[in-house]
């Protein structure tokens, strides 16, 4: 895949549709995902967030008849042309999931076997130290590193998870509402992680928290039904964070994000 | 008590409720107890059959084989064995001598062999524990007035010499260890066949295999093939591994060349048609654990950009396997207890020489047990009783290792 980071945007969608079967999730995407920002998609329950993130590397076709129409790029180059190997696609572009989910292994195994499945040849307490260095959970697991993840408070799972996913280098980080199922300090550090990463790493992330998007992220997309009656969801507007949430261009998502609505 | 509501419609019948669930959780403990009667009925059937009084006669008076007064059971070793050399036929004697040098012999086994080859005791009557138990002056006056040569004693037939023995036509020397082996060597070949190719075909039916017409039709194949009457895969195992793959399964294609022409009739085959009826149930358990695994799982798995195999033989098995291991044990317990199958793919019902190749004549303790209880003498039937109280050892033993492996390699999620 192409290593080059000469594009302008990482991720690029173009009237992307992806559907379910016969059935139409999403409609007609177009979104621009910048590099070392923090893009936020918000909007109501099931208008299809996740499953456009999904697409972003191609976790969608784990689940049952899913298929897009358009294109999703990284890199200026289509992650669905017949070419491309998903496995690829995924070790460019990591996710973290809604539920942490840590390999019922020890700590230190949940990120040494992830580097191990991609060849990494060199020191393996290196990278495991660095990658709990980078996601702030070295100082909390130092001394446990051969307990079980599932040990761990959901907080640390989660940043055990943001460990595993940064161990292999991506270029993406894909967060499907990562902290939806975390207490607020968990949340704030899980934030305060998200600052710090996007130094090295660009994160699209899923939330159902608007003080989160407003909070922690760049650019935010506001995702809908769509209007013609259908039951697909589309981004309605997308546009740097302040703007979205303090002017607005679409009256939904004003009535959205003041809390008017959804 | 609040105000009741305005909604019109309710009747709290609280009482008829609560009665109701009365009755069902009766039912449901009668179930229970109904169960529990049965399995203690079986096994006090079994016990009461394996011990007992027997009467037997001495085919050679001990008595005549006093030396200078001295009673049989005080010979010395040597003395015995002299005895022995002067009873026996050279041929057996010579026999006895290279299966085991009678200088290595200890003195009980020695005499062991006196009893057997020279006094030969014959049964003339059993009895049931239960009788034993409750009318013993009766059967000694019975003994006394019918058999007056007759010894009487109370026996366990089920006792260490009883496993470690070899078969013998002779109930009074009669082993089971034959068919111990050879249900051993048998279930070896159900096992090797069974686990790897039911697990392979439950990871491919899961993780591999589309949706479609095809493979619905296969998974409603194995479904049903788990129904299918034990006898029809004897037939099955005789028409293929007895006689299509004859060579193979006489061992002639590896250049043994069995004296006792087996012709396929071979613990081989047993393993393999066994292995065959219980394929389907192994896959089916594989399956159900395979799908147990939680999407999350998989999801964290691809989601660092392993591929399908790494996920599968990382995370999928691993998490899986305390559930196969269960479904397969069940398997391996059905298989160790079959008897149908055996008869069509030919078990021995009487070989008295161990299996010690997989192209071995063979028997199992099921088919031992089925064949002792056909008999008309009651001496067999309480044989087959010990041997049933065998069978449940070798089973619970072999469950409980299966158990422990187990929950070596269960995991939390």
Known sequence: ?262 | MKEQAVVQGFANDLEGRKRKGVIWHVFFQISTVVGIIALIALLLNVIDGAFGYVAYEARVDPDTLAVNGTPIEDQSKEQLVALLQSSLSSGAYNKLDKEKPFADRSREEVYQLVVERIIRPKVVQVWKLWPSLTQADQIRATVEQDHPGAELDFVSWLTTDFVTRPQSSEPLTAGVRTAILGSLWTILFTILLAFPIGVGAAIYLEEYAAENWFNRIIQTNINNLAGVPSIVYGILGLAIFVRALEAFTSGKMFGIVNLTSANGRTVLSAGFTLGLLVLPIVIINAQEAIRAVPRSLRNASFGVGATKWQTVWSHVLPNAMPGILTGTILAISRAIGETAPLVVVGASTAISFDPSSPFSKFTTLPIQIYQWTSRPQDEFRSLAAASILVLLVLLLSLNASAVLLRNRFSRRF
């Not at chain 1, 899913?66 to 572009?93: H, L």
């Not at chain 1, 996710?95 to 060199?122: C, D, L």
């Not at chain 1, 590193?145 to 040990?151: A, D, M, T, V």
């Open chain 1, 1 to 262: 895949m192409n290593n080059n980071s000469d594009h302008k945007y990482v991720i690029e969608t173009h009237d992307l549709d992806i559907y379910y079967g016969t059935f139409k999730a999403v409609t007609d995407v177009n979104l621009q995902v910048e590099r070392n920002a923090i893009t936020a998609i918000i909007g109501p329950s099931g208008c299809g967030k996740s499953t456009l993130l999904r697409a972003f590397n191609r976790m969608n076709e784990l689940y049952a008849n899913s298929s897009i129409r358009g294109d999703v790029c990284f890199n200026g180059q289509d992650i669905y042309a017949r070419e491309v190997d998903p496995v690829e696609v995924r070790y460019r572009v990591g996710m973290v999931f809604q539920k942490p989910n840590p390999f019922p292994k020890s700590i230190y195994e949940n990120i040494a076997w992830t580097a191990r499945i991609h060849g990494y040849k060199g020191k393996m307490d290196e990278i495991v130290e660095s990658s709990l260095h980078q996601a702030a959970l070295w100082d909390e697991v130092k001394d446990k590193l051969h307990q079980s993840g599932l040990s761990l408070s959901g907080g640390q799972q989660q940043r055990l998870c943001i460990a595993r996913a940064i161990s292999i280098q991506p270029e993406v980080i894909l967060m499907d509402e990562p902290a939806s199922a975390l207490d607020p300090i968990a949340t704030l550090k899980i934030e305060e992680l998200m600052q710090e990463l996007k130094k090295n790493y660009t994160i699209v992330i899923v939330t159902h928290n608007m003080q989160q998007a407003a909070r922690a992220s760049d650019y935010t997309a506001m995702m809908m039904l769509s209007r013609d009656g259908e039951r697909s969801g589309t981004v309605i507007e997308f546009d740097e964070t302040t703007r979205i949430f303090t002017n607005p261009k679409d009256k939904r998502t004003e009535d959205y994000v003041t809390g008017r609505f959804g």
